[in-house]
């Protein structure tokens, strides 16, 4: 034990694994470094505020996203519910001025949990791949908000004040929105880490086959996992509408491909098993950035998505590479590693 | 052999071409103006892409990958071939230019896949934002639209005039090539076997990769392809062409009775997948039913098209063992 | 065996492809081909004393269904059907790009319409299918933002591109007080309308007269809510001493004027351009956009209605110098190009904001 020897590859790369997300901490320390040394002002109150609004809804969707990865599926519906929570949410409260933005809330995730619900009864139930149900549902629930929506759009001076404000409202000069993020972020995270039900949902992505030979429920708990997935959605869908105050049918058309990279740069595999949500989470944050500082540093946009894609090769990449080294460190290491 | 083949066409590719059938059929008796000439002409030209693309993306889907960078790289070649003709190229050499630049896309996501190893739904997702993002590089917003007669009234015209599209017979042409090298060569066989069990393929001497790394050459080839003919069809060049178009290319090959995990399913189904969701939509289009509805019915379909032969397989796995307990008894 | 013969027969498969497609041969180049030609079209003279026909079937395509200025739009040309006693038919995608109007083009042509009234999401794109229409006897009537000149009969225009283009400079003016540096958020970066435009203010502010305002930079909100929401962000952030922003579209001006209001640039910079007063109403009153302007959308859908009956009564043919009269509008000559004019737009602030609903 006193001898002080270099610690073993395996233990090494494991940490690398575990500093995934302190790789993405890295990556944007110097982004917003580097952009606020070219223009302070991406550092003001009021940039910072932007860019942090900007992340909640995307960090939320990316949560909810990387607990259905984990478990080795995909959600592509979620920009779908979110455009449904968001447009019947909306509604609601048009109609409702009185309501209590919770209630809204609440609303929202009843709204995301029922789809979500929709999606896991089919991939279980139905036996039909999770890629193809939430590529259905991706249409479908779209699909239905068109047709709920009828062509209307609702405007931000036919929501009520109380509604609206709880965009610019804050606690102790935090807004809510973030606040809201950063709960859900904690929540889902724990309920990963700490409980039985966490650990379950990474071993049925590591192997489902061993996961239902060594008895876990893996029926219910794809149904937590999408239904979890859902809720995200939809709770995203009620943030969307108060903070973008206009709602139409096409709201978050397209996210899917969004949440997607940010939990995959996050480092939450792509086949199940491995990552967390703080990642997810950091993952989110940082596509918000990057396209915070392309507008600052006067980039053309255009080169926004392309970075985007880059990085997500970037990523799977390098989670490949970290992956192999630790298999074969493991395998030389063998039971040396503690 | 021939049994073997006669067992890959499964049930529902009879299904799915007896539906589809019997839709035309109905849509041409019930619906006004569905059967005309011009309508077809137009039928054709609105599946003429999610066909071409379905092609190589059937023989992608059955080796248990997925291309889901398809539209992105129809979008990017719509751009280069643009800007390149503003830059004074004749048509004659960006065509092929164009159709090489979708193959060498394809070659990347082929290298990703099987150099280094990375899943192709991801792999792909990522291509799918990097294409994208490099067609607006390229092309920026602006459109080009200037192009020669010559080329745009060949996508939209017919055959020496009448009414068969050019383009049809193309994509005829094209689909039989596919057809016969699915179901009719060993690379065929290779294709089927990798899907089924890439373990038992390696061994039995199928360079899988290799396999692999052509397929995804020749989906971003077609995928070149189909952009030049968007761009001539539309006469307009712009970064954001096809958007979203891999979603449908992926509904109508499943609905075609391809399984998203490989080893099965067959050309006929995927075409009568794709003339099926075109000939709802246009139909129901011409019926004036909001494109919203047309959304519901494909995700439902989509869905369904998995759906049921899993509900069929199950229910006759329990009819058999009901029926052996029934032969045990007495 | 199997190894050798996949990767031939995948070349050959790609040889097939490229010899399909390469046809033809020669050199086609940029400008050696002239373009696609107009059909023949209105050979029959213009009777000016034909009566207007009943029961004209006449759709309207909209840029996108969902956008609330294009309802007003369509909702003036299904008012001016009506009193024409004529059929009126709305469609259009949800996703204002110029591949699903072609498909709706298509559409109605099969359903053998008399006169399609469009607003252009690409002015080439639905060209062909557009001199389709019109070589089955369909009046191709653009409205808003128009298609390239030779695929439509007559061009109903809000205003003209001169006229629009100084009243965005004299409103700039006014809101950044003299003089300070301005920023455009534009629709999308091919928008015609707002390029043509744009290309005016610029020419504006070359003048001397117009020499202390500096245009830093033009925007693309994409006529997408978010979008423009966040290209103001992002202005802001560039741009420390922007005096004000003009948005020439009526999405990106209610955002633009929604996003200073809830931040602390509210008093600091100003927001004008064109927009609605029901979505600007807010703002004017809270002081973020003193001043805008708009033509009323109602009549350009009104007087796209009249013309196209007007077209298929025979009436008019898009020749300049026509004449036709547009029900409560008056009478209308026809402009070089087909183009017809609507008039001057109208100027909104606190004083008649409340007049108007729309």
Not at chain 1, 139 to 161: K, M, N, S, W
Not at chain 2, 120 to 137: D, E, H, N, Q, Y
Request: glycine share 12%; proline share 4%.
């Amino acid at each position: 034990m006193s001898a002080l020897k270099a610690p073993p590859a395996a233990a090494w790369w494991s940490s690398v694994v575990r500093a995934r997300e302190a790789g993405i901490v890295l990556a944007l320390v110097a982004l917003v470094a580097y952009t606020a040394v070219s223009n302070p002002r991406f550092l003001s109150g009021q940039s910072v505020r932007d860019i942090l609004l900007g992340t909640s809804i995307l960090a939320v969707l990316a949560v909810g996203q990387a607990v259905v990865v984990i478990t080795r599926n995909i959600d592509l519906s979620v920009g779908s519910v979110l455009g449904l929570s968001a447009f019947t949410v909306g509604s609601v409260v048009q109609d409702n001025p009185g309501l209590p933005v919770v209630v809204a809330l609440l609303a929202g995730v009843g709204i995301g949990v029922v789809c979500g619900t929709l999606n896991a009864l089919l991939v279980r139930y139905g036996q039909v791949p999770a890629l193809v149900v939430t590529l259905g549902t991706l249409y479908a629930f779209r699909g239905v908000t068109y047709l709920t929506a009828g062509g209307q759009q609702i405007t931000a001076d036919e929501l009520p004040r109380a509604f609206l404000g709880f965009a610019d409202a804050s606690v102790l000069g935090v807004p809510w929105l973030v606040v809201i993020a950063v709960a859900v972020t904690v929540a889902v995270g724990v309920l990963l880490r700490n409980y039985r039900l966490g650990r379950e949902l990474y071993a049925m992505g590591s192997s489902p086959e061993a996961a239902a030979l060594v008895g876990i429920k893996v029926g219910r708990n794809t149904l937590v996992a999408f239904a979890i997935s859902g809720a995200a959605a939809g709770l995203a869908g009620v943030l969307f509408a108060v903070r973008f105050g206009t709602i139409d049918a096409a709201a978050g058309t397209g996210y899917e491909l969004n949440v997607v990279a940010a939990a995959v740069v996050g480092g939450v595999a792509v086949f199940g098993g491995s990552g967390t949500v703080w990642g997810a989470a950091l993952g989110a944050l940082l596509l918000t950035v990057i396209g915070s500082s392309l507008t600052v540093l006067d980039i053309d946009q255009f080169w926004q998505q392309a970075i985007v894609g880059a990085l997500i090769l970037l990523a799977i990449a390098i989670d490949r590479l970290v992956a192999l080294r630790t298999a074969r460190a493991l395998r030389k290491g063998g039971p040396h590693v503690q | 052999m021939s049994s073997d083949r006669l067992r890959r066409i499964s049930w529902w590719d009879v299904a799915i071409i007896a539906i589809t059938l019997v839709v035309l059929l109905v849509a041409a008796g019930a619906v006004d103006n569905f059967g005309s000439s011009r309508n077809f002409g137009f039928l054709v030209l609105d599946l003429l892409p999610i066909a071409l693309i379905a092609l190589p993306m059937t023989f992608v889907v059955i080796t248990g990958e997925i291309d889901l960078s398809v539209a992105s790289t129809l979008g990017l070649t719509s751009a280069v071939l643009g800007s390149l003709w503003n830059q004074g190229l004749p048509m004659e050499t960006i065509v092929p230019l164009c159709v090489l630049l979708g193959a060498v896309l394809g070659a990347v996501n082929g290298l990703f896949v099987t150099v280094f190893k990375l899943p192709s739904l991801a792999v792909t997702i990522g291509t799918l934002a990097l294409f994208r993002g490099l067609a607006f590089v390229v092309l920026g917003d602006s459109a080009v639209a200037d192009f020669p007669a010559a080329f745009t009234s060949w996508v939209t015209g017919g055959v020496g005039g009448g009414p068969i599209p050019n383009a049809l017979v193309l994509l005829v042409v094209l689909a039989a090539v596919a057809g016969l090298v699915l179901h009719a060569t060993p690379v065929g066989r290779a294709v089927f076997a990798t899907g089924a069990n890439e373990q038992a393929a390696r061994f039995s001497g199928i360079r899988v990769d290799k396999l692999k790394f052509w397929l995804f050459v020749s989906s971003g080839a077609v995928a070149g392809l189909a952009g030049v003919l968007w761009t001539l069809r539309y006469s307009s060049a712009r970064a954001d062409n096809g958007v979203g178009l891999e979603l449908a290319v992926v509904a109508a090959v499943l609905l075609g009775g391809v399984s998203i995990f490989g080893g099965k399913g067959a050309l006929p189904g995927v075409l009568a997948g794709v003339v099926l969701l075109a000939t709802l939509q246009n139909a129901l289009r011409l019926e004036d039913v909001t494109n919203e509805s047309l959304n519901i019915v494909t995700g439902v379909l989509l869905i369904v098209s998995v759906l049921l032969p899993n509900l069929g397989r199950s229910l006759r796995a329990t009819l058999r063992r009901r029926r052996l307990r029934a032969a045990r008894h007495t | 065996m199997s190894r050798t013969l996949s990767s031939r027969a995948v070349v050959v498969a790609a040889a097939a492809t490229m010899a399909v497609v390469l046809t033809a041969c020669g050199g086609t180049t940029k400008g050696s081909d002239t373009g696609p030609a107009a059909p023949g079209g209105s050979a029959a003279a213009a009777d000016p004393d034909a009566p207007l026909q009943e029961g004209v079937k006449m759709a309207f395509l909209p840029k996108q269904l969902n956008n609330p200025y294009s309802d007003i739009e369509v909702g003036g040309g299904e008012a001016a059907l009506k009193e024409l006693k004529g059929e009126y038919k709305l469609v259009g995608p949800n996703d204002a790009s110029a591949s699903s109007q072609v498909s709706y083009i298509n559409t109605l042509i099969q359903q053998q319409q008399d006169v399609i009234a469009v607003a252009a999401n690409d002015p080439n794109a639905v060209c062909p299918s557009l001199n389709q229409a019109r070589a089955a006897g369909i009046k191709v009537v653009s409205f808003d933002s128009d298609s390239a000149k030779e695929c439509r009969d007559a061009f109903v225009n809000q205003a003209t591109t001169e006229g629009i283009g100084q009243a965005l400079v004299e409103l700039a003016k006014e809101a950044a007080g003299g003089s300070g540096e301005i920023a455009i958020l534009s629709a999308t970066p091919n928008a015609t309308n707002q390029n043509a435009w744009i290309e005016v203010v610029k020419s504006e502010l070359a003048k001397p007269e117009n020499s202390g305002l500096k245009l830093v930079k033009t925007a693309y909100g994409n006529d997408d809510d978010q979008k423009s929401f966040q290209e103001t962000q992002g202005l802001l952030q560039s741009f420390p001493n922007l005096k004000a922003i003009v948005s020439p579209t009526t999405v990106g001006i209610a955002a633009a004027a929604r996003y200073i209001s809830s931040s602390n640039y509210q008093g600091k910079v100003a927001v004008t351009g064109l927009g609605t007063p029901n979505a600007m109403r807010e703002y004017v009153k809270n002081g973020t956009a003193a001043k805008f302007a708009l033509w009323n959308p109602a009549d350009i859908g009104y007087l796209a209605a009249y013309a196209g009956v007007a077209l298929k009564s025979g009436q008019i043919t898009g020749q300049q110098g026509e004449k036709f009269t547009a029900g409560k509008l008056g009478e209308y000559t026809i402009g070089a190009d087909g183009e017809i004019v609507l008039g001057p737009p109208t100027v909104f602030d606190a004083s008649n904001i409340d007049q108007f609903d729309f």
